[in-house]
């Protein structure tokens, strides 16, 4: 049976595929093991509700903007809070 993976672990796929990365690439950068980072492409664990700094750091490999991790409408919730 296959398993259906979240739209956080499709980000992290499509961009590290779109950069020519490895898991081990980004694995390696980020300072974590291998099966760690897959955790996160799997699905089985998700970037935004654990270790900030690690979730930060992922981001930056990966050139991908944070709050798109935690709001799902990242561009939309951006332009809110700039008017506050």
């Not at 956080?8 to 980072?37: C, F």
């Not at 700094?53 to 903007?65: F, P, Q, V």
Request: aromatic share 8%; proline share 1%; with cysteine.
């Amino acid at each position: 049976m296959k398993r259906t993976i979240g739209r956080e672990a499709m980000i992290l796929v499509k961009r590290r595929k779109e950069m020519g990365m490895t898991q081990s690439d980004v694995a390696e950068q980020a300072g974590i093991s291998l099966q760690h980072y897959q955790l996160y492409e799997y699905g089985r664990r998700k970037l935004s509700s654990g270790n900030m700094l690690l979730g930060l750091k992922i981001c930056a490999i990966l050139e991908l903007e944070p709050y798109e991790f935690v709001f799902e409408d990242c561009s939309d919730w951006v332009r809110r809070i700039r008017k506050l």
